[in-house]
């Protein structure tokens, strides 16, 4: 990475962390969790620690940047479009945090030695591949999300897409909203450096969510559990016999772990961020609120538990099944006042939901339902074959729910309703693709790879109380020691070669790492020129590849006149609903769109002469030009 992007990074990962904290301590007052001014007494029931408010500042700065999104959507796009407005807004949550302040109760020890060694271990492993390669950001579905991201915050008040018509994006905008956020935030920077910041705050983010679940199991399960779930991988490595890793599930060769997407989501630490990850770290949350209101009966604890399973669905839905899976769960361990848990749990998640998904219901009836975008889905491990890339996790695992399972603590049985209802969404997702179930274009919301990894965490907190109680079995503390360090060694060598063998890759622009070349990374390149003019209310038609056209959507959000994805036939641009996925075909079978900008090669000639040339310059060796401008289009001619 470069000096100016390493700064950027660290810009918004501060802003991240300050406006989040001051967010997240404000959310634990309301709700009685710290003290306030009018609940003074009640957070001495429930002992939140600095763990706990760390998993709670993640959520802070998620629901901040769902208030900017909902107040953006209120006032027309004038929000993230207009340069002070979220500074303003982060800085009255700071203020209000500040007068509000009163003394906290002290915290749990920490041991800053183990904590160092935690994060460099992490660093190493999951950040060195993007610092070395430039950057972390992949082809795939990171693209979708800088164009969504880069729509409004130039005023458009949804992420619509990259085709001239509105309202065909069926995505949760809750990740563009944090992107968006972060860029405003941090003047100067892009929704580029935004998701190499979320890379870097996730591997953070998922061993917290562990150590806070785990400490409801064991007070000092909390450092095991975070080393379990981001450091133990399988054993690929031993019949590899060396530094490996495959990006692609489908050309896996040593079982189902050293590849992208595995079960063990441990692999998922490593570059690039999806919304999937954030959606699991916002279900760590509402699974840690729902265990404290399931111990204090607290109906705003309730509450927050519903409002971090909405949050999650905002980010990814099916996160959000998990999340309603959680709840029900959690709600058959209580015997008293079950209707009210569910009533604040689910209803609260329900109507958090409801933000983004009552629109899209809407859209659904009144635009012929849901098109299938994905021709093909990700690969599903046989169960056996999955598990085994668990490796040294799956037997801790095993005895953790074990010995979960012979206590009668509440928070024993809330974490085991958790993994049964998890198991039980499994055995859902293995149903659905040995009978191929569509689910009306839906079928994703049951894929494997969207249900392993909350299992896969909760494996983490299982396993980390496992390993605490082994060491608490061994009598002499310096060979106990050594077992745990053994163990987790162990298990660290799969993700070491996954990451050194990713960092060759990425550095050599191969898996579709190519946002570390010159023509994404120079400000000056001909891509990021000709973005630098167009926005959301322009239409462009690119003569060249395909990459640089929907590239230019990346950087600026503007409309493509025309496009030709080849792995689709019809539907280019994967557009969700069915009316205008066929108005889309139709359109193309016409000729297109108009545009007022053209791209064309340098021997080209633009067919309308009104088009002036603007400037030349290279993408990937070849020369082109950008003519333009025509006045915009308005928005009744863009949706036609």
Known sequence: ??????????????????????????????????????????????????????????????????????????????????PGVVIGAGVAVLVVWWRGRLPLPRPRPISYAKLAALLAALAIVYATPAFIAGSSVRTGDPPWHLGWTEQILAGEQLPVGPAPEFARNAYPWGLHAVMASLVELVPGSDPLVALETLHLILIAAFPIAAACLAFRLRPDAGWAAAAAVSLIGGFGWVVSSGAD????????????????????????????????ELGVVLLAAAGLFALISARTRMRRVELLAGFCAGLAGLVSVPMFVSSLVWMLAASLTITKDRRRYLKHCVGGALLVFALWGLPVFIDYLRLGGFVNITPRLGMEWPLPVALSSWGLLLPLAAIGIWRAVGRRQIEDRVLLAFALGTAAVLILAILRGRFDWDLWGNATLLHQGRVWPPLHLLGGVFGGAALMWLYEKINNRLVATGVVVTVLGIGAISPIYASIQLTDIMERGKAGFVYGNPD?????????????????????????????????FEFSGVRLAEYDNPNLEGNDLRIRFQALA???????????????????PAEGEPTDESLAPLFTGSYRGREYVLYGPLPRLSARELSG
Do not use: C, K
């Open 520 to 552: 994404v990374q120079d400000e000056g390149s001909f891509l990021r020129r000709a973005a630098a003019l167009m926005g959301p209310g322009d239409v462009v038609l690119v003569e060249g590849p395909a990459p640089l056209a929907f590239q230019l």
């Open 582 to 600: 066929d108005g889309w075909d139709e359109a193309m079978s016409q000729g297109g769109f108009g545009p007022n900008y053209m791209v064309l």
């Open 245 to 276: 890793f495959i990006t692609s599930p489908r050309a896996a060769r040593y079982g189902a772990d050293l590849v992208v997407a595995s079960p063990n989501s441990v692999y998922e630490q490593l570059p690039p961020a999806f919304p999937r």
């Open 1 to 82: 990475m470069t000096g100016e992007l390493l700064l950027q990074v660290a810009a918004q990962v501060l802003v991240f962390a300050i406006v989040g904290h001051a967010t997240g301590e404000l959310i634990l007052r309301w709700a009685g969790l710290l003290p306030n001014r009018s609940h003074r007494t009640t957070f001495q029931l429930v002992w939140v620690g600095i763990t706990e408010r760390a998993l709670t500042a993640i959520v802070g700065f998620v629901a901040f940047s769902v208030a900017m999104m909902l107040l953006h959507v209120t006032l027309l796009g004038r929000v993230f479009s207009t």
